[in-house]
């Protein structure tokens, strides 16, 4: 029997292994891919559908992040402005010297202002009130009534953690032990070795 001829007699190519099949085939005898599939145009579908699916997905643009490129927080609304504002874009209040500090710095002052407060009896939050920075229009800036029992929990945290840590330093010393005894083992084992073949 001849071989087909593409487009002779309803002839088709199939487009996922290039065989050509007579007309009269549903399927392509070699690979059993349907008569009219383009698996190319399919694929080429399914890469914009996946593109489209993905860009779909892909996280909103949002506004600025507190600390990142000098952005800073409103001591009056709480928004958060990029760093190129001098006036906050939601209430219009300037931008208070507080804001011009790290946002790292500042977390790190209040961090210590609850250690000082728990260290002295006080309560944190109170602490924190009498010594509360302030920011624009006379606000007082101060953190939330759980601060103090977060700072005792941190405090807890780096204990257990001290503690890990040290449990660890003790474990890799048993561990350089134990190398150190396996080492003169296989060194004694060595010489023996040496001895026997000698």
């Keep these: 029997m001849p071989t087909p001829i593409e487009g002779v007699d309803g002839n088709w190519r199939c487009h996922s292994c290039n065989n050509i099949n007579l007309g009269v085939r549903e399927r392509c005898n070699r690979c059993a891919l349907p008569k009219g599939i383009?698996?190319?145009?399919?694929?080429?579908?399914?890469?914009?559908?996946?593109?489209?699916?993905v860009s779909a997905l892909a996280l909103p643009k949002k506004g600025p992040v507190e600390g990142v490129?000098?952005?800073?927080?409103?001591?009056?609304?709480s928004n958060i402005n990029f760093g190129i504002r001098d006036k906050c874009n939601r209430c219009t209040a300037p931008r208070s010297s507080l804001a011009l500090q790290p946002?790292?710095?500042?977390?790190?002052?209040?961090?210590?202002?609850?250690?000082?407060?728990?260290?002295?009896?006080?309560n944190?939050?109170?602490?924190?009130?009498?010594?509360?920075?302030q920011g624009a229009?006379?606000?007082?800036?101060?953190?939330?009534?759980?601060n103090s029992n977060n700072v005792a929990?941190?405090?807890v945290q780096v204990a257990l953690l001290t503690q890990r840590q040290t449990n660890l330093e003790l474990q890799v010393q048993a561990l350089q032990s134990q190398v150190a005894q396996q080492a003169a083992l296989l060194t004694s084992a060595g010489l023996t070795v040496a001895r026997l073949r000698q």
């Design 124 to 133: 944190g939050r109170n602490g924190f009130q009498a010594s509360a920075l």
């Design 69 to 77: 490129d000098g952005n800073w927080r409103c001591s009056g609304c």
């Design 137 to 146: 229009h006379g606000s007082t800036i101060a953190p939330a009534a759980n």
């Design 153 to 155: 929990q941190l405090e």
């Design 103 to 122: 946002y790292a710095d500042v977390q790190a002052h209040m961090f210590q202002m609850g250690l000082e407060s728990l260290r002295n009896g006080t």
């Design 38 to 53: 383009d698996v190319h145009s399919l694929a080429k579908g399914f890469e914009a559908h996946a593109a489209m699916t």
